[in-house]
């Protein structure tokens, strides 16, 4: 198809084409209202938070901007083995694209609150990268249905990573911080729903095709609305008011283990 049958046949299906436009509307709102939380920070540290965060929503409605109009979406034959073999379905590649540059930043100001040093970061988002770029791989990939859900496997390796930093690394750093009562709140947030994407991943016509692509796409989105926005809103209220015990951090990132001050490794 033609990108321009592509955009008839997503206007076409009004879910579909929702769940798309409310994500910009919302990205767009969220940029508005991030940059008015944070005209008066002043702090460094809290800063980057801001604008690692800000970027969240800025790639968001670009993504999803890039959806709606067909650029990143393609229909694709499906494999012999697959629930909906030999026929056309529609993917949306472009969100993983989105998820590669958004997800990392999340991460980036989550390690910037929880005081983690700079191995653990690079690490996690190096991680998460190739988290998305082997879902990537598993959405495209049509002549194997074996070869998808190795690459689905691979992707969920990636993401256990994630999760062990999130839930053992960065907890006790940012005990060590002083910020654990919201790194707490925002890492259950977070873990929660991202748990989500590669169940709905498996569920939808991707993978078992037990949800339809519509169905799956407002799966999407609902958890981008909250994964994204209402987290970034919730971080950034707190780095607001606490400028001060976020400016406190030791001048590097991280701790080394015990009472002592955040280092650099």
């Not at 980036?108 to 970061?121: E, H, I, P, V």
């Amino acid at each position: 198809m033609t990108q321009t049958e592509v955009y008839r046949e997503i206007r076409a299906d009004q879910l579909l084409n929702l769940s798309f436009w409310a994500n910009i509307a919302l990205a767009g709102l969220s940029i508005l209202l991030f940059v008015y939380m944070g005209r008066n920070v002043e702090d460094p540290r809290s800063q980057l938070i801001f604008v690692a965060t800000l970027m969240v929503p800025l790639v968001s409605i670009s993504s999803y901007l890039g959806l709606a109009s067909g650029l990143t979406v393609s229909f694709l034959e499906m494999p012999a083995g697959h629930p909906l073999a030999g026929e056309e379905v529609l993917t949306m590649w472009g969100r993983y694209l989105t998820w590669a540059l958004s997800t990392p930043m999340i991460l980036l100001a989550l390690g910037l609150l929880a005081g983690s040093n700079l191995t653990k970061l690079f690490t996690v988002i190096v991680m998460d990268i190739g988290m998305c770029v082997t879902g990537l791989a598993a959405a495209l990939t049509t002549s194997s249905y074996a070869l998808r859900w190795f690459w689905y496997a691979i992707s969920c390796a990636f993401f256990a990573v994630v999760l062990y930093v999130l839930l053992v690394e960065w907890s006790a750093d940012a005990e060590v911080a002083g910020t654990a009562d919201i790194f707490d709140t925002l890492k259950i947030l977070t873990v929660v729903l991202w748990l989500g994407y590669p169940i709905f991943w498996a569920l939808g016509a991707e993978g078992f095709a037990v949800l339809d692509v519509a169905y799956t796409s407002w799966a999407y989105s609902a958890m981008d609305i909250v994964a994204k926005y209402v987290f970034a809103f919730l971080l950034l209220r707190w780095v607001a008011s606490n400028e001060r015990t976020v400016s406190d951090m030791a001048s590097g990132l991280g701790s080394v283990g015990g009472t002592t001050a955040p280092t650099d490794d």
